[in-house]
């Protein structure tokens, strides 16, 4: 999960992923201090995202996961070009597909709609590739 910040949307899609995958008894790679709001957001929903830890994408990243999910397009723009064939191009996407997850960082109300957003592309993605 990549967002520009990697401390708001990022976090709690992954925590969303990580608690959804266990809920149905998936192994998923958990990553890497989130935004106090996102991890209050989380909270309020049974998911803890407090021990996470912001990181800066890695090339080599394309080698540990088999799919990258990222919030929006610049976000989806800055990691392709990090991509080294086109086996890295074919494992990034827009969590949303076609839409973006909006950044909440400046408005705190946008904290709950960003995390149903987020937990409505979680569960499509479980579903994909639950199948």
């Known amino acids: 999960m990549v967002c520009l910040g990697n401390i708001c949307r990022s976090p709690l899609a992954e925590g969303i ?3 959804l995958a266990d809920e149905q008894g998936l192994d998923w790679h958990v990553g890497e201090g989130p935004d106090r709001r996102s991890t209050r957001t989380a909270m309020s ?3 803890d995202i407090s021990r996470q830890i912001c990181r800066i994408f890695k090339v ?31 494992k990034v996407k827009l969590l949303l597909g076609d839409k973006i997850v909006p950044d909440p960082y400046y408005d705190d109300a946008k904290f709950e709609p960003v995390f149903q957003l987020i937990e ?7 579903k994909q590739h639950n199948k």
Do not use: P, T, Y
């Open 120 to 126: 409505q592309g979680c569960r499509e993605i479980i």
């Open 17 to 19: 992923m990580q608690h």
């Open 45 to 47: 929903h049974g998911i």
């Open 60 to 90: 080599s990243d394309f080698d540990e996961f088999d799919l990258i999910l990222v919030m929006d397009k610049s976000n989806l723009s800055d990691i392709l070009a990090k991509a080294r064939n086109e086996e890295d191009v074919k």
